[in-house]
């Protein structure tokens, strides 16, 4: 066995792993947590919007 076939072999193992990433990532499995971290972006208003809040309560006290 010389280095082209050690080299062959990695690269199988680098692809397999890559299309296993792809796979679990799309999977049904993870449908619910990848559209919670689509909505993180627009979730972040409703934490300014509280933060404003208790800013105005603060200073009325």
Same mark, same amino acid.
């Given at each position: 066995m010389d280095i082209n076939e050690l080299r062959g072999i990695h690269s199988l193992l680098v692809m397999a792993a890559f299309f296993g990433i792809?796979?679990? *990532?799309?999977? *049904?499995? /993870? %449908? %619910? *947590?990848?559209?919670e971290a689509a909505h993180l972006p627009f !979730?972040?208003? !409703?934490? !300014? %919007? /509280?933060?404003?809040e208790q800013e105005k309560t603060e200073k009325k006290q």
């Open positions: 792809i796979w679990w *990532a799309y999977s *049904a499995h /993870r %449908k %619910k *947590a990848n559209e !979730d972040d208003d !409703d934490v !300014d %919007k /509280r933060t404003l």
